[in-house]
């Protein structure tokens, strides 16, 4: 089982540039999530989805955007990119009251 | 707005003994779900253990075990039996039954010493 997968694990990315970061679960989990988590802190929610067609802002939501077109599907977008977004980003998905399961992380660099 | 707050930035454990790890949340809400995970270097995050807020008893889980206090909004985390395994980052999270918002602490590293 594939479970929750993203895309890329790793990217660098220049000051003012663009990119999206792709999330995709098998699970058939109506719940998604988004977070960021800085070096030796904790995970800060982005955005998050409870269905197709709902997203609703986290605690840092400022320089993202997120779409939620498909159940599957949970794509971050990053516009004008700033050395403060250098992070690690997790998707996460669950169906309510049942396990999270997170994807494996991707690393972020803006330089 | 819900808050979690773990107070411990790190803590140690003599293997084969016990740890307590604290945990306070900020809520006004009545229906959430509270859980431990744990996350090790490589960065994925293991569900430790879960409690629903309408359930008294406490949740068990093998060696780990809470400690739910509703009304003092405290879920502590108890580790029996220490192992090595079971060093890495811990946080606890809380997740709102009305928005299904997912929120975490800042996290408490353990490490378990032989």
């Known amino acids: 089982n594939a479970g929750v997968t993203q895309t890329p694990k790793f990217r660098i990315l220049k000051i003012g540039q663009s990119m999206t970061l792709q999330c995709t679960q098998d699970?058939?989990?109506?719940?998604m999530y988004w977070y960021r988590q800085d070096p030796g802190m904790g995970l800060k929610l982005i955005y998050y989805?409870?269905?197709?067609?709902?997203?609703d802002k986290g605690e840092v939501p400022n320089g993202y955007n997120v779409s939620r077109s498909t159940t599957e599907d949970f794509p971050l977008r990053l516009e004008l990119a700033a050395p403060s977004q250098t992070s690690v980003y997790f998707c996460a998905s669950n169906n309510p009251a049942n396990t999270i399961y997170f994807g494996e992380g991707s690393w972020l660099t803006v330089v | 707005a819900q808050t979690v707050t773990q107070s411990q930035p790190e803590m140690s454990v003599q293997e084969a003994e016990t740890v307590t790890l604290s945990c306070t949340y900020d809520t006004s809400e009545s229906d959430y779900y509270l859980f431990w995970y744990k996350q090790p270097p490589s960065r994925q995050m293991i569900l430790v253990i879960r409690?629903?807020?309408?359930?008294?008893q406490n949740a068990t889980e093998n060696r780990f075990s809470v400690n739910f206090q509703k009304a003092a909004k405290s879920f502590s985390l108890k580790i029996s039996d220490s192992q090595l395994g079971d060093a890495a980052m811990y946080f606890c999270a809380y997740r709102s039954g009305n928005t299904d918002k997912l929120i975490f602490g800042t996290g408490t590293r353990l490490q378990v010493f032989p």
């Open positions: 409690q629903e807020a309408y359930k008294q």
């Open positions: 699970m058939n989990h109506n719940y």
């Open positions: 989805s409870v269905g197709a067609g709902i997203t």
